[in-house]
RNA sequence: GGUGCGGUAGCCAAGUGGUAAGGCCGAGCUCUGCAAAAGCUCUAUUCGGCGGUUCGAUUCCGCCCCGCACCUCCA
């Protein structure tokens, strides 16, 4: 069964294949804006497009590029950099260093390419002045370049923005046209190039229509140009990128190639936490740290993103988590008990998988194999599912505390005392040790200590 | 205002025109001196409301109620 997923554009299951002879599949992934630790949000698309990813490899063995940008330069990171005086790349490698180690923890699969805005503007610059040769771009006064979307039939067939404008109360067009009124030709043309300000400090680069930056947009368009060619089979991100981003993605590279740019787009829902929207002032914005903190694994948090339907907003909760790590021990647990076998029955699991990234299907399917018991159950066909999920089982154990030596010095005295048959000293200690955040757990010729849960 | 998505047990969450997967929590049991761990068992006559189509609808259609997201740089 091939792997059909929705596309956003036609709005229908497409099966995924290669379009190009040589049967590489050519998958590109929004990336991140290296300012700041990413959130579990953000990490929720990046799980999803590495299950995505994973799949696809099974699919297309060796035949798969995937290509996720890093944003390296924006307003956020230049802001960044300012308020903490410091260089922008500084602080870029920061960032970057932090999403690499964040996205390892979860088990996500590095990119083939990872290509920075930074070390792309040639190529940006290369794609406006050929958008300005053909009249899809015009330069204003302040140095900047547009956009002009009038210039380009095809837009707004990606979020139907054209629907959307007949009938917008204008306040937002309004709203847009003061901010921009002095520059751009029309409220919706968008930027390609931005000149120079003063507060953009040293992060400037020359280019034929003065010094400047590119626009946000311009970078996608430019790095799966140069990495993937001018068609590519699939464009992936969150689903707030599906206008303005994609659409306007769309348009540069249409108009600048004179072809097809994505045969599929592909959109993740937001993630809701405690059923509301991520925000800083609601005090609900987790990042992984976050989440290590308060004792939790990243595979658990891992395993949480994938409880819901991707093309569906997934209320995430401290208690999802928590049923995260009982799930993924109850899947250690199973793991163990496993030898050769039968492989077929996991074939729910790979086809709730194939059929639109159902993974909640797919864990459902699992548990019901689990159910069964362990007989005849393949371990190596459970580890191929476990490979396409990315569920390392090994890394989703708590990680082994090492009890001061005050508590060992207790449980040490506990275990005499259970030893001596002394009941009530032995329950005494037990308390003791509950009390100061510790379980002892007895085994025949010895005991355990590990910390109680937060 | 426009566009799109959703409302399924205490919580999270699949799914189907033919009578409700799964996870967590909870309860009981087994095993343990106790506890934990592990294992077993149980837990929605019901799928937002009202109509309609149908032999039959949670699943299709209509209306209504509620929630959420996007609408220029937020994954």
């Known amino acids: 069964m091939p792997i059909q997923l929705f596309d956003s554009l036609e709005r229908k299951l497409k099966p995924l294949a290669p379009s190009h002879p040589d049967g590489v599949y050519r998958f590109y992934n929004c990336g991140p804006t290296v300012y700041a630790a990413a959130h579990i949000g953000n990490f929720r698309t990046f799980v999803v497009n590495d299950v995505l990813r994973r799949l696809l490899e099974l699919e297309f063995p060796g035949k798969v590029v995937h290509v996720r940008n890093l944003t390296d330069v924006d307003d956020k990171t230049i802001k960044r950099a300012r308020d903490e005086g410091r260089s922008l790349n500084e602080v870029t490698k920061q960032w970057t260093d932090k999403f690499h180690a964040d996205c390892d923890a979860l088990n996500c699969l590095r990119p083939h390419v990872e290509p920075t805005a930074t070390g792309h503007i040639a190529e940006q610059v290369d794609m406006i002045d050929v958008l300005m040769k053909k009249g899809n771009a015009y330069r204003a006064a302040d140095g900047s370049v547009y956009f002009k979307v009038s210039s380009f039939d095809g837009y707004g067939r990606l979020s139907r923005v054209k629907e959307r404008e007949l009938q917008v109360g204008t306040a937002l067009l309004h709203k847009s046209q003061a901010v921009d009124a002095d520059e751009k030709e ?3 043309d968008f930027a390609l190039w931005k000149a120079h300000k003063t507060e953009d400090g040293a992060n400037s680069w020359d280019s034929p229509w003065g010094p400047g930056r590119p626009g946000w947009h311009i970078e996608c368009s430019a790095m799966s140009k140069k990495h993937l060619g001018d068609t590519i089979d699939l464009h992936t991100g969150g689903e707030d990128l599906l206008f303005p981003h994609h659409e306007n993605e769309i348009a540069q590279s249409e108009c600048c ?20 929207k991520m925000s800083k002032s609601l005090g609900n914005l987790y990042t992984l740290d976050d989440l290590k903190a308060k004792g939790f694994s990243p595979m658990a948090l891992r395993y949480a993103l994938l409880v819901g339907h991707p093309r569906k907003q997934l209320n995430f909760t401290l208690e999802g988590l928590h049923a995260a790590e009982s799930a993924l021990k109850s899947l250690r647990n199973f793991r163990t008990g496993l030898s050769s076998g039968d492989a077929g029955v996991f074939a729910p699991v790979f086809a709730a998988l194939h059929d639109d990234l159902n993974t909640p299907g797919a864990l459902g399917a699992l548990f ?3 159910n069964r018991g362990p007989a005849g159950v393949d371990a190596a066909t459970f580890d191929r599912v476990m490979l396409a999920l990315g569920l390392n089982l090994k890394a989703s154990e708590s990680p082994k505390a090492d009890a001061p030596a005050e508590i060992t010095a207790l449980a040490d005295k506990r275990w005499a005392a259970k030893n001596a048959k002394d009941w009530a000293a032995a329950d005494a200690l037990r308390k003791e040790l509950t ?7 007895d085994a025949k010729d010895g005991y355990t200590l590990e910390p109680l849960k937060k």
Do not use: E, Q
Request: hydrophobic content about 45%; overall charge neutral.
């Open 186 to 188: 029309d409220a919706t």
């Open 257 to 276: 190639n004179g072809t097809l740019f994505a045969h599929h787009w592909y959109h993740s829902k937001h993630l809701l936490v405690d059923g509301a």
């Open 368 to 370: 019901t194999i689990v």
């Open 435 to 441: 009390a100061l955040g510790w379980n002892m757990k």
